[in-house]
């Protein structure tokens, strides 16, 4: 292989460029039983999802909700039904097995009329004519809310709730942007709103669109299949599946930032700390609020003090004791952002005092530098090289387990920007973040370009902003997904 572009490592004009190149193996992930494979969709109809056989999490019936117009309701029932029982697949995308009590996901679907809310015509009517984009999505949503409630205080409630809309209510209420005399410029969506407004009945729920129900949606159906019932399953409370190898005791920590709903100014905010453990159980946390000016910096990346640093390192470490009731024996963190002085002192603080191993990785996605092959295909997923003191992994690429490459683009390597710490393998780190892009159980995709540490981080932000600052957010994944 050679580079396409020299990009921007710096090397010594008397010295050859050396490029040292690896070859990490698509990491293995567990499914029932312990069985063992590269890909979610093939260990899924192969052995079941992990939960099945190993955490007691199974969701053996699942309690069906269905929020919509009358006929939008029974269209989505039946919807529900057809591919639950299985969907056929095609040369490039595998059958769906279902949804079913002896296949697939090894469950039952149940609908009863008492766990349905039906939206008037009328009462849709008068949302449609409001001219306002802001009161139009606003009216909407408090009329959602209502129904979330009265179906989350039924005396048994359903377990999850699917929102059917038409493709009017998507073209009119799917989004809205406006300005607020007091915050500015506010741009605001549906799906995330709702999360956000979800959460306070503690119920998972997912948009389904019309285009969806009947088959206009181009999108190949066993995809949409496989997509849909992996996240139900996840927001069931199960675990899809779970990777292989990593270490045992290690929390990995993901931090991001976002601007708070209709934010002036500089003003920013921690949009969570993220940690999951080496099984994949993940929870979420938002951080501390602070200011930062990318004039005054010189920096548009937002970077912590080295109090807020400490005190969100603290904050994740107090949540993950009382959560997965063990302390860790290691954690690293990932951003996407290289760690100032303050950061790294802060960090180093909150961390050495209750545990003994940590790393601090700054992960970019970049496309200044990749390497071309030889043959028609690109790079192989897991294909590491380095230049200098630099470090790439290709994430995306061709397949080797799998004999395919999934990508609609020519990949590009992730750069490993920063690494503070010398307690693991630079090899051992970036087999734990190929190991982490396997992590979305919002999809049944193989992997991904980030980690779930990072990719994360970027969905809940979204969410986070539609939660006001006297809410606290709900720890759990399956809200946000």
């Not at 990009?7 to 490029?19: D, E, V």
Request: charged share 25%; net charge neutral; glycine share 8%.
């Amino acid at each position: 292989m050679t580079i396409a572009r020299p990009g921007p490592p710096r090397t010594s004009a008397t010295r050859p460029l050396l490029i040292d190149t690896d070859y990490l193996p698509e990491p293995l992930l567990l499914f029932a039983d312990d069985g063992l494979h590269v890909d979610p969709k093939s260990g899924i109809a192969r052995y079941g999802p992990r939960s099945l056989t190993s955490t007691g999490r199974h969701p053996g019936r699942l309690r069906i909700g269905i929020i919509g117009r009358a006929q939008q309701i029974s269209t989505a029932r039946r919807w529900l039904e057809s591919q639950a029982a299985g969907v056929n697949g095609d040369p490039k995308n595998p059958e769906f097995p279902g949804w079913m009590p002896d296949r697939g996901f090894f469950s039952q679907l149940e609908f009863a009329d008492p766990w349905n809310q039906e939206l008037g015509q009328s009462e849709l009517r008068k949302i449609l004519e409001i001219e306002s984009p802001r009161e139009r999505f606003e009216t909407l949503l408090r009329l959602l809310e209502d129904k979330l409630q009265l179906l989350a205080e039924r005396d048994s409630p359903p377990e999850y709730i699917l929102i059917a809309i038409s493709d009017e209510i998507v073209t009119k209420c799917g989004t809205a942007d406006y300005t607020n005399a007091e915050t500015g410029t506010v741009h605001r969506d549906l799906r995330r709103a709702l999360k956000a407004i979800a959460m306070k009945y503690r119920i998972p729920t997912q948009i389904l669109r019309e285009a969806t129900m009947d088959g206009r949606d181009r999108t190949p159906a066993s995809r949409i299949a496989w997509n849909f019932f992996t996240a139900m399953y996840c927001k069931a409370g199960g675990y899809p599946w779970s990777p292989h190898g990593l270490a045992a005791g290690t929390c990995y920590v993901g931090i991001g930032f976002y601007r708070p709903l209709g934010a002036r100014g500089s003003t920013m905010q921690t949009s969570l700390i993220q940690a999951f453990d080496e099984h994949g159980e993940g929870l979420v946390l938002r951080g501390h609020d602070f200011d930062w000016d990318p004039d005054k910096t010189g920096s548009r990346s937002p970077h912590l003090t080295a109090d807020d640093a400490n005190a969100l390192v603290t904050r994740v470490l107090d949540q993950y004791e009382r959560q997965m009731h063990q302390t860790p024996s290691r954690i690293v963190v990932h951003k996407t952002s290289r760690y100032w002085p303050d950061e790294r002192e802060g960090f180093h603080a909150a961390i050495e005092s209750r545990v003994r191993r940590y790393d601090l990785m700054a992960l970019e996605a970049q496309s200044a530098v990749r390497l071309i092959t030889m043959s028609k295909y690109p790079p192989l997923r897991g294909t590491r090289f380095t230049i200098g003191d630099l470090d790439y992994l290709y994430t995306t690429g061709y397949l080797a387990a799998l004999g395919e490459f999934h990508g609609m683009h020519v990949p590009a390597p992730l750069q490993v920007a920063d690494h503070i710490g010398q307690d693991t393998p630079r090899e051992v780190l970036l087999r734990e973040v190929l190991a982490l892009t396997k992590l979305n159980w919002n999809s049944a995709a193989l992997g991904g370009l980030l980690p779930i540490t990072i990719k994360f981080s970027r969905l809940v932000g979204e969410i986070m902003r539609e939660i006001p600052d006297d809410r606290e957010p709900l720890p759990q994944f399956k809200f946000y997904i």
